[in-house]
């Protein structure tokens, strides 16, 4: 893969010790407060994250682009868990929210990335879903279900999970971000149309009378995919 090209990023942002191999694919810097709650999504320019019905949504959105893939498994190595509804888990049952699953070719710096870290080698993985019947073969005792966002992130904070990934989708974020919980988002643009599908944020309503506005905290380009990283206003 060709190194994604850095063409803004803020002065004075944490920056976690990344092997040399990420540093060069991931030019500028990566790294997060200690408590932190970010959240990653692709897009397509009209904004829309997933067709439902249609297989492998995400990929098709994505545009099969493997700096999407590389990012997502950035963001997954720096993450004590991860956060994500339950429509995402049955889209993708066999799905575990690894750094290495999302991009393999990067699996040994990733890996190592977690353990300069302190982190172990998996996060947790806590599906949010009001039913309690979710299920999953693929991620063992590591699957947590909870059924209120806010329980489940202090819960987290609790067993000492101070960084907290949130993969969507579109109506977890709307709730996590409803409840004033997201400290970043991190968006890549692919060059595409969807015309039809779900936006990035469902189910609440915000503007005119909810005003939740961030700053850019990084803009790269691969190709023609973007990849903004915004910092939320608290
Ligand atoms: N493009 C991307 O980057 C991206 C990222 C992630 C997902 N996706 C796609 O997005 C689609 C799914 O999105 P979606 O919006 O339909 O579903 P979702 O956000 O994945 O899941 C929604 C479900 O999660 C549970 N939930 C959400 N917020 C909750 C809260 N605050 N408390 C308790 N439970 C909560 C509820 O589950 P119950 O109904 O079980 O109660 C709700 O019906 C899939 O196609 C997936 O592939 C795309």
Not at 19 to 38: K, R, S
Not at 183 to 203: I, K, M, N, Q, W
Request: contains cysteine; aromatic residues 6%; hydrophobic residues 45%.
């Amino acid at each position: 893969m060709e190194p994604l090209e850095l063409l803004y990023e803020p002065a004075g942002l944490p920056a976690f010790p990344l092997a040399q191999e990420l540093a060069a694919l991931y030019p500028g810097t990566l790294g997060f407060p200690a408590d932190c709650v970010y959240a990653n999504f692709v897009e397509t320019i009209d904004g829309v994250v997933a067709l439902p019905g249609i297989p492998r949504s995400n990929r098709v959105i994505a545009d099969a682009s493997d700096a999407d893939l590389f990012v997502m498994a950035l963001l997954r190595a720096c993450a004590d868990a991860v956060i994500v509804g339950s429509h995402t888990l049955l889209a993708s049952p066999k799905n575990v929210w690894t750094a290495e699953a999302a991009f393999p070719p990067a699996a040994a710096e990733l890996a190592e990335l977690r353990r300069r870290l302190e982190l172990p080698e998996r996060p947790d993985v806590v599906v949010l879903s009001r039913r309690r019947e979710i299920e999953s073969a693929a991620l063992g005792d590591r699957l947590h279900v909870r059924s209120d966002v806010v329980d489940a992130v202090a819960e987290l904070r609790d067993r000492g999970c101070r960084r907290i990934l949130c993969e969507g989708g579109p109506t977890l974020f709307g709730s996590v971000l409803e409840a004033g919980l997201v400290d970043e988002l991190f968006l890549t643009v692919s060059p595409l149309f969807a015309g039809r599908g779900l936006p990035l944020v469902e189910g609440v309503e915000l503007l005119p009378d909810r005003r939740i506005a961030a700053s850019l905290a990084g803009v790269r380009r691969h190709g023609e995919h973007l990849f903004l990283r915004y910092a939320l206003e608290r």
